[in-house]
Structure formats: structure tokens, C-alpha cells
């Protein structure tokens, strides 16, 4: 997909601060530490339009972005390793809950993983939850570049094995450094975007 402008739309905890729904919109979630915010500036073609950082669980709110104003982005804060308060974290679950149940744009939740560790528990659970909101879940195995090729086929066929994946079709094999997968996930996510006539 070719990236004619994208923009910085607001951020937000609670539905009143939801920007109005008049695009599609994709959410992008995963734990921590998985390489979202690079996948994200990979995937909009913008180096600091998200920002990186080395503190896992930086991004604490819903951020959303407009991307050649026919679709939203919503980048979810992360779960899993932060080092945050347990009630920190209870707030970040019912604000992603409420906003997966509630919010009539989403079409679809990027999950994504980090290839060398694989789908978790959180990550399953997440699957689940977008399959009963009746949101299309679209898998990401990130960081594909830390792996040489064998080894990277062995955990392809090893995860693929837990979880009754098929390594081709089910998940998105992703690389922030190189752009690997970066045009096969943006023709999952066209895909799901309605037909405008003319």
C-alpha cells in the first residue's frame, strides 16, 4: 500500500475520548516487549510516528492515527512484561476491553508476537476475545531478523505445530529491519476495508 500521509489523531483512556467513527479502523496489540511501535512505523512508513522505546510498557493509552484518511490506526498499550503497578495494568485491561467491545469502526486486531518466544497465554486469550467480538484477528510473528533462516524455520514449524497454525496463512512473518511481511500485512488489512466507489 502505498503511504501518502498519515497524522497523529489524539489519545485517550475512555470511550468519550474516542475520535468520531467515520473510518475503518485497525487496532495493533501485543505484549510489551514485541517490536509494535517499529512494525508500526515500518508498516506507515514513518520512522518516529510511534514512539520507540526501551522501557517496556511505555504506551499507556489508545493512540490513534490517520493513515491517508481512509483508515484509523489504534496502537494498544502493551500487556504482559511491564514493570507497572498491578492496578496500572487492571486499568489497562478494562480500557482495551471496553474499547474492543464498544468501538463500531474496528474491524480488526493485529496481535502480534515476538517469533522467539511464540503465541502465550495473553496472546491466545486475545485471539479468543476478537473472535467473540466478532473482530477478524490477524496474527504477527515479529523480529523475523533475529533468527537465521534454519532456526527460523524451526520455530515457524515448531509454533505451527502448538497451535494448529498454518505457517503460511495464519500468521504474518515480520521484519521491522528489512520490511519482510510488510506488504503481506497491508493486503490482509485492504482486504477487510469496504469498496468506496469512484
Known amino acids: 500500500m502505498k ?8 489519545s485517550g483512556t475512555r470511550a468519550e475520548h474516542y475520535p468520531p467513527p ?7 496489540a501485543g505484549r510489551s516487549n514485541v517490536g509494535k511501535s517499529s512494525l508500526l512505523n515500518c508498516l506507515l512508513n514513518r520512522r518516529n510516528l510511534v514512539k520507540v522505546s526501551g522501557t517496556p510498557g ?8 490517520n493513515v491517508n484518511d481512509e483508515l484509523v490506526v489504534c496502537d494498544l498499550p502493551g500487556y504482559g512484561f511491564a514493570k507497572v503497578p498491578n492496578s496500572v495494568r487492571g486499568n489497562w485491561g478494562r480500557m482495551i476491553g471496553e474499547y474492543l467491545r464498544d468501538r463500531e469502526a474496528l474491524l480488526a486486531l493485529v496481535i502480534i508476537v515476538d517469533v522467539r518466544r511464540g503465541f502465550q497465554d495473553d496472546d491466545l486469550s486475545l485471539i479468543d476475545t476478537a ?6 484477528p ?3 510473528a515479529t523480529k523475523c531478523d533475529k533468527l537465521k533462516r534454519n532456526a527460523l524455520m524451526n520455530q515457524q514449524a515448531k509454533i505451527s505445530k502448538k497451535h494448529g497454525f498454518d505457517t ?10 528489512s520490511g519482510a511481511g510488510r506488504e503481506q500485512l497491508w493486503r490482509r488489512i ?3 476495508l469496504p469498496v468506496v466507489d469512484g
Open 138 to 140: 490477524i496474527l504477527v
Open 168 to 177: 503460511k496463512r495464519d500468521v504474518i512473518w515480520f521484519s521491522a529491519s
Open 22 to 28: 467515520e473510518l475503518p479502523e485497525i487496532a495493533f
Open 58 to 65: 511505555r504506551t499507556q493509552l489508545l493512540n490513534w492515527f
Open 190 to 192: 485492504r482486504g477487510l
Open 3 to 10: 503511504i501518502r500521509s498519515t497524522a497523529f489523531i489524539k
Open 131 to 136: 473472535r467473540e467480538l466478532q473482530l477478524q
